[in-house]
């Protein structure tokens, strides 16, 4: 198939979340199994210091495009480069994407993101022409690329050259929705509004949604876990949207991210100090005891610390200190837990509440936890090869990746069963040895520390903690089989395409 995927953020190029994680890998694993997959996105200040740092990467200069903005051309210039084993295309226009920042900075977001945004779809679309190049189905992910659908089903209803063009939108968190003054509408130059700013299209509570857009617009939709698929249908989950989803949930699919086994693997990972494998966990050990001497974690030895209380299980966190990541009950039952023979990990930044609140609890025990802010590519590694446990106590979650992660490190999830979390964790049972972590519902501080304490106790059963661990390095979660199925929606988006054209030809 011919793939165009379209996104604000891939890594290498351009990173600030896990968006740019899901869309710099999977395009080149669809690319090895054959498909003929490119890639655009803007070109940000980021983009321009990384090619700047990688000169190898010969970036091709192609004509420059006109953009229609409020009725005014806005030029472009469309940069091409070859990446691994796919084409990569960079939207470049300074006055809109050569800033420090992708969306917003500490004091907020940027205010013409609509613009920039709206700019950047039509530019996509623009570009495609110039190249001659019509992808059976462009991949569009979150709001920032959800204008594309509403061009192709309006201003370019009627031009032969894209009328074959599927769209598929992947929602990776529908908490994040671009949502603009009603006044924007005038960017969508060649659009009537009237046609567009009606309930059952892009108006929300008297404002423009570019999420709506790409979900009423788009061939079809999906999200990151089966779970999350269904739970943003409800109106807890979906902050304004679930109708429009329920209506459109016979088009509605969740399929699970992969995580990329190249990078996360413990036989292989540079970042960390001994490798290891399922058949070979007592370097897993080593990890653990060096981690914990280097933050001065107590070993559970009264002697130098170059032994390991095998009865004390280091439990790990890495992520952002949220409400959303689950800090808000984790918080509840901090004194409760570190009263436990444990040791705990975090690593991560988030809202200053929990940044005061960890500070404080880590003078406090300061022998069993270690706090540490920011985020540490190199820390997270060895967090994942060391720690026995993974907590992710999300209020919800989309798919996550940090249970991915530590599943493949042979480190046992605490998970919420929420979203991607659901999906991907079962709670281990010692009878039947199925189950490859620990899990729990209710959203409270007494359910999770019920979970961390049935977790605590297995690990004191080390064959029943082995086939735990067994279990969940045992799972793919590559991106590989994820790739498939996206593969089996990209078909499924052209066959709606085409059922639809034959309907409006008839």
């Not at 929705?177 to 009237?194: K, M, R, Y």
């Amino acid at each position: 198939m011919k793939i165009l995927v379209a996104t604000s953020e891939a890594v290498p190029f351009a990173k600030t979340g896990g968006l740019a994680d899901v869309t710099g890998a999977l395009p080149l694993v669809l690319s090895e199994k054959g498909h003929d997959v490119r890639l655009v996105l803007p070109e940000y200040t980021m983009t321009k210091k990384w090619l700047d740092s990688n000169p190898q990467f010969a970036v091709q200069r192609i004509n420059g495009i006109d953009v229609p903005i409020k009725g005014i051309p806005i030029k472009c210039i469309v940069q091409e480069l070859k990446h691994k084993n796919i084409t990569v295309y960079l939207i470049k226009n300074d006055d809109y994407f050569l800033r420090d920042e992708l969306y917003s900075t500490k004091s907020g977001d940027y205010e013409d993101n609509a613009e920039r945004f709206i700019f950047f779809s039509r530019a996509v679309l623009k570009m495609l022409r110039l190249k001659d190049w019509s992808p059976d189905v462009i991949h569009l992910n979150d709001w920032q690329t959800s204008p594309i659908p509403l061009f192709l089903k309006t201003v370019y209803k009627d031009d032969p050259f894209y009328s074959s063009i599927a769209t598929i939108l992947t929602v990776h968190n529908l908490g994040y929705q671009g949502v603009f003054n009603s006044s924007e509408l005038e960017l969508f130059s060649g659009v009537n509004p009237a046609e567009i700013f009606t309930m059952d299209r892009i108006e929300f509570y008297g404002k423009i949604n570019l999420l709506k857009s790409g979900i009423v617009y788009a061939d079809i939709v999906n999200t990151v876990s089966p779970k999350y698929a269904q739970e943003i249908q409800i109106p807890e989950c979906g902050y304004g949207l679930d109708g429009v989803l329920r209506q459109r949930s016979h088009e509605l699919y969740g399929i699970i991210n992969g995580i990329d086994y190249d990078t996360w693997n413990p036989s292989t990972d540079r970042e960390i100090l001994h490798h290891y494998n399922l058949e070979c966990l007592e370097n897993k050990r080593l990890n653990k005891l060096n981690l914990m001497n280097y933050f001065q974690l107590e070993t559970g030895t009264k002697s130098p610390k170059i032994e390991l209380d095998e009865k004390i299980p280091l439990i790990g966190l890495v992520g952002r200190l949220a409400a959303q990541k689950g800090l808000d009950i984790l918080a509840e039952v901090f004194e409760s837990l570190l009263s436990m023979d444990i040791r705990l990990i975090l690593l991560g930044s988030g809202e200053e509440k929990y940044h005061r609140l960890l500070q404080k609890i880590a003078r406090k025990y300061r022998d069993k936890i270690s706090v540490n802010f920011g985020y540490n590519e190199e820390l997270a590694h060895r967090i994942y090869a060391s720690s026995d446990m993974f907590l992710m106590p999300s209020h919800y979650e989309p798919c996550g990746l940090g249970q991915l992660i530590s599943l493949r490190y042979g480190t046992v999830p605490i998970v919420r069963e929420t979203g991607g979390l659901a999906d991907t964790i079962e709670e281990f049972d010692p009878l039947s040895g199925i189950g490859n972590g620990f899990t729990f519902t209710e959203y409270s501080g007494k359910a999770l520390l019920q979970a961390i304490k049935r977790a605590c106790y297995i690990y004191q059963h080390k064959t029943d903690w082995q086939r735990c661990i067994s279990n969940g390095m045992n799972q793919d979660y590559s991106w590989s089989n994820s790739a498939i199925e996206y593969v089996k929606l990209y078909r499924r988006a052209v066959a709606s395409k085409v059922r639809s054209s034959g309907i409006q030809k008839l």
